[in-house]
């Protein structure tokens, strides 16, 4: 079958796109996404076999550092792409596609500490296969919303409901399935460590703690205006004014 109207030199690659940037940002991505698919391989076998022992921690640790270096580069990469590209906002403007990239970020940052912990003291064991699943889940949910079309923005270049539906279906199977999992066997494999008040481990459950509540901020900000839109409420806009507002109230705690 033929084209009615047949492009004979092809359409050309979106203007904003041809810069040297493309070939290294989505990649760069795209390797810390598919990273976290083995800290999250590793927290279900755990979860199946009800055991967690050093050899998980020794084989997940290095992926995990991996899938965090590149996601870092991927990120810091769309920055300065960003900056010098006119209207995409400068370094970080709170853009749902580059919160999309920032949560599994924020997530698998504390998955690298409570694999330290794990690793050498057998502790944050429950941590350890709860931040796994929610890296990987993230990276699933970030997917979703940059290839489906479902959220307005400068960076999104692809709009395909259909297979957003596909995507869609995925996650909620598979963040279902594990934290179904999770739930029912999660206690198999839970740390028996107590730790002071002061101890290194709880100074590092409360970063933890915070790197997850500043997860969630973005969550909120970044899923409200679909949701809200969804529920029919109307359009709202959640901007930089309240992201910057939050993380500095969490940071603040973060940084002492």
């Known amino acids: ?7 004979v030199e092809g359409r050309d690659l979106n203007p904003l796109l041809q810069d040297p940037g493309l070939i290294f940002h989505p990649p760069l991505l795209y390797m810390g996404y598919v990273g976290f698919s083995v800290a999250f391989a590793f927290a279900i076998a755990a979860l199946l076999s009800g055991r967690l022992d050093s050899a998980f921690t020794r084989f997940a640790r290095p992926w995990t550092l991996a899938a965090w270096v590149f996601l870092t580069l991927g990120i810091v990469l769309g920055s300065a792409w960003a900056y010098y590209e006119l ?67 400068v960076h999104a270049f692809a709009s395909d409901p259909a297979r957003g539906m596909f995507i869609l279906a995925f996650m909620v199977l598979v963040t279902g399935g594990s934290l179904l999992l999770f739930a029912v066997r999660g206690h198999r494999v839970r740390s028996r460590v107590n730790n002071t008040l002061w101890s ?3 100074l590092l459950l409360g970063n933890n703690v915070l790197l997850m509540a500043a997860m969630l901020v973005v969550l909120l900000g970044t899923l409200l205006p679909l949701v809200h839109k969804q529920l029919g409420l109307g359009s709202i806009s959640v901007g930089e004014p309240f992201f910057n507002t939050m993380f500095t109230w969490l940071m603040v705690p973060f940084a002492l």
Do not use: Y
């Open 1 to 7: 079958r033929t084209l009615p109207a047949f492009p």
């Open 87 to 153: 209207g995409w906002g400068g370094w970080w403007f709170w853009d749902p596609v580059e919160n999309a990239s920032f949560m599994p970020w924020l997530a698998g940052t504390a998955l690298l500490h409570s694999l330290a912990v794990t690793e050498q003291r057998a502790g944050f064991k429950a941590w350890t296969l709860l931040l796994s699943i929610c890296a990987f889940s993230l990276c699933l949910l970030g997917t979703f919303l940059v290839r489906s079309g479902v959220l307005v923005s």
């Open 200 to 202: 290194r481990e709880s």
